[in-house]
């Protein structure tokens, strides 16, 4: 079982990301061969991981006292009462701060484990096993927790990082091709903020991404992860540089909390959009050039992401947008933060604009 090992170092915490197909087997072996000690583990579990697989990971962790919780993962369900509720659950099993958590499922289930991990007892070991493309390039590691709030999306949350992080790609094979499409949408976003040569791979061979080949999956999830890695150790707590990991995201997130979060546009594909709408603003900005605008929008095409924000979203959601956008976690002040593209591999991070130059280009982009 060939096994591909990145470890990220920050401040507070160093710890192995391991990639390969299968792993989740060998679960028990991993830990042990990575000295994490610990006697009792909670599973935390999005419902819609297949059984045979946690029936696996339990197998695997024998020698361990295994409780697990099933979660209902949506963003509806990413909340503080959630949180307290598991809390509660871990605390009348008296778990100590040497136990474990171990959070098997995507995005949802990863952020919101993580938060428990960091409240519980001030923090117990976490072991992060995403099991959809997204969480393996991004959510899983890196250490963001959060909870969604009425007022927006992750505004509760800390930073607290994982012990391990195991992506096994077999976990992919069972997704619906929508879940592999926005995965996709954050390696997409990896290479656009950092690298080139990762942008022309995707370019070249993106179809063989998408059916899972090997070793083409193996590669788009270490080169993200790599990516993910560099911004991480050199700006942990996001005072700066990893701002630029939000390329897309303001606009994103407030597409899905105008949207209530609806399954009809989900995270991956808000990212997209969100991605789109920053090149655009970026080019009316005279900040990206159009060559370079039409060869990422002719990826975006030709892969056929999520491309036309009114497909999705009215000049009605205008108003919610707008109120989302102002209250993001990056602004310093009354302003918009936004990360905008210069060129493939050259963000620029801090741009400051008003609210009504967004509404204003927002009005005009959801029109056209
Ligand atoms: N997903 C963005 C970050 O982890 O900073």
């Not at 942990?236 to 597409?255: M, P, S, V």
């Not at 905008?340 to 009504?356: A, D, Q």
């Amino acid at each position: 079982m060939k096994q591909i090992k990145l470890t990220v170092k920050t401040k507070t915490q160093k710890y192995p990301i391991i990639i390969g197909h299968n792993l989740h087997k060998n679960l028990g072996n991993i830990i042990k061969k990575n000295s994490i000690k610990f006697k009792k583990c909670f599973l935390i579990v999005d419902k819609k991981v297949p059984g045979k697989f946690i029936f696996n990971i339990k197998k695997s962790l024998k020698q361990k006292e295994v409780y697990m919780y099933s979660f209902h993962a949506s963003e509806k369900n990413k909340n503080f009462n959630n949180i307290n509720k598991i809390l509660e659950i871990i605390l009348s099993k008296n778990f100590s701060r040497e136990d474990c958590i171990i959070s098997i499922g995507g995005g949802i289930t990863g952020d919101t484990s993580s938060l428990i991990a960091n409240l519980y007892k001030r923090g117990l070991k976490l072991i992060n096993l995403p099991t959809t493309l997204l969480a393996q390039v991004d959510s899983s590691i890196g250490g963001k927790t959060g909870v969604n709030s009425k007022y927006g999306k992750n505004l509760i949350g800390s930073f607290y990082q994982p012990n391990l992080v195991v992506a096994d790609t077999i976990f992919l094979k069972t997704l619906p091709k929508r879940e592999i499409i926005c995965g996709y949408g954050e390696i997409f976003k990896h290479s656009l903020i950092d690298s080139k040569s990762f942008f022309n791979f995707l370019n070249k061979n993106y179809k063989k991404i998408f059916n899972l080949s090997s070793p083409y999956i193996e590669k788009a999830i270490y080169e993200s992860c790599k990516i993910k890695r560099s911004v991480v150790e050199k700006d942990e707590k996001e005072k700066g540089l990893r701002k630029i990991l939000n390329f897309g995201h303001t606009f994103a997130h407030a597409y899905e909390a105008s949207q209530k979060y609806s399954k009809k546009l989900n995270h991956g594909e808000a990212v997209v959009l969100g991605i789109k709408t920053a090149l655009n603003f970026s080019l009316e900005n005279s900040l990206l050039k159009k060559n370079e605008y039409k060869l990422i929008v002719n990826h975006i095409n030709n892969a056929e992401l999520p491309s036309s924000l009114n497909e999705f979203l009215k000049i009605k959601d205008l108003k919610k947008i707008l109120s989302f956008m102002v209250r993001d976690k990056k602004n310093n002040s009354s302003k918009i933060s936004l990360v905008l593209l210069r060129k493939i591999g050259s963000p620029v991070f801090n741009r400051e604009y008003t609210k009504n130059k967004i509404k204003v280009f927002l009005k005009n982009y959801l029109a056209n």
